[in-house]
């Protein structure tokens, strides 16, 4: 039986997928074999020696120590693009609720409350109106910082929207760039967008190069009146500089899925309680991604998906399957090797791939009678983790 330890609220369709003669699901269980979470922060959690993997159920991996755990063996995977759409929906509104009165305007109705006679209530309001009025989105220019999944969808709806679209991504992958379209524009620095963008949506991971990347100086060179929207991470702007810019009218607004007690009481702040995946659809997506990138894992030993690990799939044989993972260092494999001929192991199928510094195997091989092996190779030096699958 295999035990999965969950964090936050996952969606039961996922849940589903782990089968009930395998798999034991629950938020308070001892030696999972795998965690599988959404925003819960892991840095603060101390894991079970007994766990294999973690499913970050969703996109951003900033709470789960990965370095850590690479070095303990232990996979990490993502849901890359499952909520991308919910997302994108909800920059629509960030953009439209940047550029219209929409919440100043419905705050103000809620004010009125107590104004009983329907025609003196229109009366007012068709009086009041004009402190609401907007723009349109139409034939504005929007930049997009981060074009992978959720960027490269905001600029296909911006472009159905009759916007002109300029991206800015340093590090797009082949496949992110295959999905995007030729219409966007490229800038070749975020520097260089900020300066001709109307608005601004960011989609870049919260990591190390892009913590406080909207700061003082970059936006300085923002067009006066920008509108920013932020449905990525808190740390990628500063807040304080967005209280300056603000101040000073460079900023026109801030839009955002992440409030910030310097934003109390602003009215030129639009902050959401981190809502951007929290769709009934986007959460199944997720949900159903993880569990059965969890299962792969488990039982077959499949890696896709992962954060830290190389993508690795092997259709499986008859007998068993060991699979390890080591410092991509020489000669690891080489001992493993010999320790399966030592003990007149017979090797059916393998494959090696690495990472960075890690290296991950599946090796197929005839039954084995010996149960001594997995321990030899675990004592192999530079080896991480060893495991036999039935
Ligand atoms: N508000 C919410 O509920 C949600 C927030 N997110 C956030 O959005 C982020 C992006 O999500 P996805 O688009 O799915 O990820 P993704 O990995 O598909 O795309 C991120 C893109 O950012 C680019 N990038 C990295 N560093 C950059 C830099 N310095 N400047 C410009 N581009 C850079 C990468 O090359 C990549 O193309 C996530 O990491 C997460 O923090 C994601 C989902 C939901
Ligand atoms: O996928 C992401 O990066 C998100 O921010 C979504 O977070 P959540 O799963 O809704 O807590």
């Not at 590090?171 to 219409?183: N, T």
């Not at 969890?294 to 068993?320: H, T, W």
């Amino acid at each position: 039986m295999y035990k999965i330890k969950t964090f936050n609220q996952i969606s039961v369709k996922g849940l589903e997928r782990f089968s009930r003669e395998k798999y034991e699901v629950a938020s308070d269980i001892g030696h999972p074999d795998a965690v599988l979470l959404r925003s819960h922060k892991l840095h603060n959690e101390v894991l079970a020696d007994s766990v294999l993997a973690v499913a970050r159920a969703g996109a951003g991996v900033n709470n789960v120590p990965v370095e850590d755990y690479s070095q303990k063996g232990i996979v990490v995977f993502n849901t890359p693009g499952a909520n991308a759409n919910a997302v994108k929906e909800l920059v629509l509104a960030g953009l439209l609720l940047g550029s219209r009165g929409i919440k100043s305007g419905i705050d103000h109705v809620t004010t009125l409350h107590d104004v009983h006679d329907a025609a003196e209530l229109h009366k007012t309001l068709e009086a009041q109106k004009k402190q609401f009025a907007g723009n349109e989105l139409k034939g504005k220019t929007l930049g997009i910082v981060g074009l992978g999944a959720i960027g490269s969808m905001v600029a296909d709806m911006a472009l159905a929207l009759g916007m002109n679209v300029v991206g800015f991504d340093p590090a797009l992958s082949i496949e992110a760039a295959w999905r995007l379209s030729s219409d966007v524009q490229k800038a070749e620095s975020m520097y260089a967008l900020l300066a001709r963008c109307d608005y601004v949506s960011l989609h870049v991971p919260a990591i190390k190069p892009t913590q406080h990347m909207i700061n003082d100086d970059a936006l300085a060179q923002a067009k006066p009146g920008m509108l920013l929207v932020n449905f990525a991470r808190e740390s990628i702007v500063d807040p304080q500089a967005i209280v300056k810019a603000l101040d000073s009218g460079k900023l026109r607004g801030y839009v955002c899925d992440f409030p910030e007690p310097v934003f109390y009481g602003r009215s030129d702040v639009i902050a959401m309680p981190h809502i951007g995946a929290s769709t009934a659809e986007a959460e199944e997506n997720c949900a159903i991604m993880a569990a059965e990138q969890i299962m792969d894992y488990l039982e077959n030993g499949n890696i896709k998906n992962s954060v830290n690990f190389p993508e690795v799939s092997m259709a499986r044989c008859e007998g068993q399957r060991i699979i390890f993972a080591n410092k991509n260092v020489p000669k690891v494999l080489g001992s493993v090797l010999s320790v399966l001929a030592d003990h007149n192991v017979n090797v059916l199928d393998m494959m090696n791939k690495s990472r960075g510094d890690l290296a991950y195997n599946i090796l197929d091989v005839e039954k084995m009678e010996n149960g001594h092996v997995i321990e030899a190779i675990r004592n192999i030096e530079h080896v991480t983790t060893v495991r036999l699958i039935g």
